[in-house]
């Protein structure tokens, strides 16, 4: 992003050095110009009309910071104007105030919005004009010996960019600004890279910060502009761009951490991108006031390109547009569908900050491979910068049916995105097909689709399965059975309904009292998400219920671990458990069945997969599983009561067929295999069934 002024900068400078500026800025349609200057819009405008070695803009912040205006529609940005206007008096009552300081000259013929501009010659700057404007509770700029303007306290060149960038989620670290005249300083304040040109004003060098931040250039004007460019340097091109909100290192307590567990998107994506042969780049955001360091270039780690977040926007985005709006239609909740309100702007932003960010990554013709929900308003931002970009989503969530993703009060707007894939991919026929209908209803033709089950690294889990059995052998004790879930705190996995279940199984079979544990590890959300409390509040208070009802001294029915293990200890759970228990109300694949499976089969440890009928992995395990609906109380106790009663062997086979059908290729293969899907377009428009039944009948056959 390049934020210049424009008489003394960018106007300033040969011809031919104002032409080469002109060619670079066109050559990298990826950096966003904005003008900044004193001058009101008409004068911009008329600039624009008459001057060809002007570049065009996306902004303009005008009228000394009073005005900021989007450049491609020339709208003002009015939410952005009252916070710079707030606390203006008005022309006509400045004027008057300051009608008594007689060698004030008013700029009649000068178009203005928000401030007043006055001719002052410099020996007539004093002390008695400063407090006057002070007293009307203004602020002011004086640049080049004769521009004298009467200001909102709030407003500036350099407070007008600081919103704008806060708006549009920029990181300091790739703006640039450029200026001349006192009236930039503002902009030389914001602590972003600078070039102040070589016929700045005296004054303008003298109050500007020190630091290597700012570069004095000892060219002029546009020659100027065009070294800072470069010498600011331009992100490398890649072929391949990754856009996953999330990067998979956490910053925390001043360091960067690597995920536990080798499964799920981030372990997944961070393998494919080691392949150096990929050259992809994985661009994420990371939520903060300040930016974070590097992460450390791990040997055969991916490259990554975080976009700094400031955390009011991250909130607005993640916390409540993408949890409390978007997240219950994916769960097919559409009763807890809130209307994202000021926080649906918080949602674009974050997008349209992601597009250009991964535009400024992509090289001409470069494949681009979007994840989730939480960026589904990047593809129409993005295919209209970038139309030579191929496109491609996958959903690792359901995807609901098209009536239930039609009550989320933005559908149209975000069909109208997702209508610009190229490709869109996903875990199950089911979901598949829901969007394939969506489109179609819609937009009249899809995205090209396709249906890649996830699997998880079998070698890896079963490598440290083997290492936990040998370093803390099982002692069984027959007449307790463990019944564990492993799930983050989260309606959609329907923890409430496994305690209620509970309770009515001791009810039902009161000689279970003291032969059965049910083990709960459930981590809470992300801090400031209030979309699950309902959820916690009605959990703490069935556990503590069927405790008090059934508990005695030394044994309680439900053992509530709400907090984080890391992976190793998830393993040991694993394996001490007899019953694993899944009952989402729906989920994309549910990778914790896999590993459970996994782990016994490894340790030829029997042991029972209850599974519920709507998790993704449930539609290629069929019933080798025992399938439950935990939408009907009665199902649910009934199948637990019959895992229970299995023998060891009938555990035993049960575990060997569930084992039989993870035939599922490595993660980084499953990566690499929709990347190509994405690139060649394998799949066909004919139908999101048709396509499903052909890719991925069983688990793996992507």
């Known amino acids: 992003?390049?934020?210049?002024?424009?008489?003394?900068?960018?106007?300033?400078?040969?011809?031919?050095?104002?032409?080469?500026?002109?060619?670079?800025?066109?050559?990298?349609?990826?950096?966003?110009?904005?003008?900044?200057?004193?001058?009101?819009?008409?004068?911009?405008?008329?600039?624009?009309?008459?001057?060809?070695?002007?570049?065009?803009?996306?902004?303009?912040?005008?009228?000394?910071?009073?005005?900021?205006?989007?450049?491609?529609?020339?709208?003002?940005?009015?939410?952005?104007?009252?916070?710079?206007?707030?606390?203006?008096?008005?022309?006509?009552?400045?004027?008057?105030?300051?009608?008594?300081?007689?060698?004030?000259?008013?700029?009649?013929?000068?178009?203005?919005?928000?401030?007043?501009?006055?001719?002052?010659?410099?020996?007539?700057?004093?002390?008695?004009?400063?407090?006057?404007?002070?007293a009307l509770g203004c602020s002011w700029s004086y640049a080049s010996g004769r521009y004298f303007d009467v200001l909102p306290p709030n407003a500036g060149k350099g407070r007008a960019l600081e919103l704008l960038?806060?708006?549009?989620?920029?990181?300091?670290?790739?703006?640039?600004?450029?200026?001349?005249?006192?009236?930039?300083?503002?902009?030389?304040?914001?602590?972003?890279?600078?070039?102040?040109?070589?016929?700045?004003?005296?004054?303008?060098?003298?109050?500007?910060?020190?630091?290597?931040?700012?570069?004095?250039?000892?060219?002029?004007?546009?020659?100027?502009?065009?070294?800072?460019?470069?010498?600011?340097?331009?992100?490398?091109?890649?072929?391949?761009v990754v856009g996953y909100h999330r990067p998979p290192v956490r910053w925390l307590d001043g360091q960067w951490h690597p995920p536990s567990s080798p499964n799920g998107v981030l372990p997944t994506l961070q393998a494919a991108l080691a392949d150096p042969d990929l050259n992809a780049v994985w661009a994420a955001?990371?939520?903060?006031?300040?930016?974070?360091?590097?992460?450390?270039?791990?040997?055969?780690?991916?490259?990554?390109?975080?976009?700094?977040?400031?955390?009011?926007?991250?909130?607005?985005?993640?916390?409540?547009?993408?949890?409390e709006t978007l997240w219950p239609a994916l769960m097919s909740q559409p009763d807890l569908i809130r209307h994202p309100g000021a926080h649906w702007s918080d949602y674009q932003a974050v997008n349209t900050a992601f597009a250009r960010h991964i535009a400024s990554l992509a090289e001409h013709g470069a494949t681009v491979w979007l994840h989730d929900y939480n960026l589904w308003l990047v593809p129409a931002v993005l295919k209209a910068d970038r139309p030579d970009l191929t496109i491609g989503l996958f959903h690792h969530t359901p995807f609901p049916h098209p009536d239930v993703f039609g009550r989320i009060p933005q559908a149209d707007q975000l069909r109208h995105s997702l209508a610009r894939l190229d490709w869109a991919g996903f875990h199950t026929p089911g979901c598949a097909d829901h969007f394939h209908r969506l489109l179609t209803q819609s937009a009249g033709a899809a995205p090209r689709i396709g249906v890649h089950p996830l699997g998880i690294d079998r070698r890896a889990v079963t490598t440290l399965a083997r290492t936990r059995a040998a370093v803390r052998p099982r002692h069984r004790n027959d007449a307790t059975q463990l019944v564990l879930s492993v799930e983050r705190l989260d309606y959609a996995k329907a923890p409430v309904h496994k305690i209620r279940a509970l309770d009515s199984l001791l009810t039902e079979t009161p000689a279970l009292r003291h032969k059965i544990r049910y083990r709960l590890i459930c981590p809470p959300p992300e801090a400031g998400i209030h979309a699950y409390d309902t959820t916690r509040t009605a959990l703490e208070t069935a556990i503590t219920h069927v405790n008090r009802r059934w508990g005695t001294t030394g044994w309680q029915p439900v053992e509530y671990l709400p907090h984080n293990l890391d992976f190793t200890e998830i393993v040991d759970h694993y394996l001490a458990a007899d019953v694993f228990w899944v009952t989402s109300l729906a989920d994309g694949m549910n990778l914790t069945a896999q590993e459970y499976i996994t782990a016994h089969h490894a340790t030829r440890s029997p042991g029972v997969l209850v599974l519920s009928r709507h998790a993704g992995v449930a539609q290629h395990l069929g019933d080798a599983a025992l399938l439950t609906d935990p939408?009907?109380?009665?199902?649910?106790?009934?199948?637990?009561?019959?895992a229970l009663t299995m023998t060891g062997q009938e555990r035993a086979a049960h575990i060997s067929r569930l084992a039989a059908l993870l035939n599922t290729s490595d993660p980084a293969d499953w990566a690499r295999t929709v990347l190509t899907a994405i690139r060649a377009g394998t799949a066909t428009h004919t139908g999101a069934r048709e396509e499903a039944g052909r890719r991925a009948p069983r688990l793996g056959r992507a």
């Open 165 to 240: 960038a806060r708006k549009l989620a920029w990181p300091r670290s790739g703006m640039l600004v450029a200026g001349d005249s006192l009236n930039d300083l503002s902009l030389f304040r914001l602590g972003t890279p600078a070039v102040m040109v070589a016929n700045a004003e005296p004054a303008l060098r003298a109050q500007a910060p020190a630091g290597s931040l700012i570069h004095h250039s000892a060219l002029e004007g546009a020659a100027a502009v065009l070294e800072g460019l470069e010498r600011l340097g331009r992100p490398p091109k890649h072929p391949v």
């Open 631 to 642: 939408l009907l109380p009665d199902d649910l106790v009934g199948t637990l009561r019959t």
């Open 1 to 134: 992003m390049l934020a210049t002024d424009l008489d003394g900068t960018l106007l300033a400078g040969s011809r031919h050095e104002r032409r080469r500026l002109l060619d670079a800025l066109s050559e990298d349609p990826d950096t966003v110009v904005v003008f900044a200057t004193g001058r009101g819009l008409p004068s911009v405008r008329a600039l624009l009309r008459q001057d060809p070695l002007l570049p065009s803009p996306q902004w303009i912040i005008a009228d000394v910071g009073s005005s900021v205006v989007e450049a491609t529609h020339m709208t003002h940005d009015r939410a952005l104007e009252a916070q710079l206007r707030a606390g203006w008096p008005g022309a006509g009552h400045v004027r008057a105030a300051l009608a008594p300081f007689p060698h004030l000259a008013y700029q009649e013929h000068v178009p203005q919005e928000g401030r007043c501009s006055f001719y002052l010659a410099a020996e007539h700057l004093c002390h008695e004009l400063i407090r006057a404007v002070q």
């Open 285 to 323: 955001a990371h939520v903060g006031e300040a930016p974070a360091p590097p992460p450390p270039a791990a040997a055969g780690g991916p490259r990554l390109s975080l976009l700094a977040m400031p955390p009011g926007r991250w909130a607005g985005y993640f916390h409540r547009t993408c949890k």
